[in-house]
């Protein structure tokens, strides 16, 4: 995804890989179709335009910020929409709630957002001094400081380790252990200046990068959320129905794929994405949030179509 601002200050989205996300969702007028990261509405406005007169599009997401922006973005098809803050994996819930048996289309456009990394406020970016925050729900749940402040080393090493791809991992949590010993580490500013006094700077990537990536993925449990969430969406779809999931680091399109590939061979998907798509050369010179987005997609067979019940 990309954020910028307007001259009225106001986030614009630009959606990533549109052209393949419709061609692959294959929305039509009278379906109903599950954007369940609607974020700032980027997709669901691609989408809910081809649903007319009578689909209907549902659109979660768990930052409130974000659905306030996707209101506004969606408001003249507001008729086919119903907005809804959950966490994707609470999908079934939006559904009862709406009174819908099943969708004929879902789409995951997963990671963290341009809006949420771009509002220093948030603290997910290093590049500004900011609370060390990073929930993408801010009603609840452990921030980026709380697990700083309460885990031990040995668990620190393996959020970065196994979350960051970080060698340097036991080097950056025994520094972070020692530095709150003097003083709670509260602010990205002060991060940073931890992990850049443990490691230096090797390559296009930095270690800030890699550690705020780790810490992100642990407070909102990212990970977890993805292979519920990706599992469940067979119960949800009718038969033909459509998933198309977007992913931008290797953790996230590594769940993607083996829940694909395995649903698949049970015979409850039909993988249409053999390799997993990538953004055009012109795509990546305007939005550069799309360089390393893989979308992966599939169709839901007519085996084990559970019966939903409608509230």
Known sequence: MRSERSEESRPVHVPVMPREVIELLDPQPGKVILDATVGLGGHSKEIVQRLQPDGLLIGLDRDQQALAVAKKTLAPWQHSCQLFHLNFTEAATALDVAGVKGIDGVIYDLGASQLQLGTAERGFSFSEDAPLDMRMDRSTGDTAADLLRRLSERELEEIIRNYGEERFARRIARRIVEARRKMPIG??????????????????????????????????????????????????????????AISFHSLEDRIVKTILREQGKKGIYRVLTKKPLTASREEVMQNRSSRSAKLRAAERTSEGIPERRSE
């Open 187 to 244: 602010t990205t500013g002060a991060l940073s200046r931890i992990i850049a006094e443990a490691v230096p700077r090797r390559g296009r990537i930095s270690p800030q990068t890699r550690t705020f990536q780790a810490l992100r993925i642990a407070v909102n449990h990212e990970l977890d959320n993805i292979q519920a969430g990706l599992s469940d969406a067979s119960r949800l779809l009718r038969s033909g129905g459509r998933l198309v």
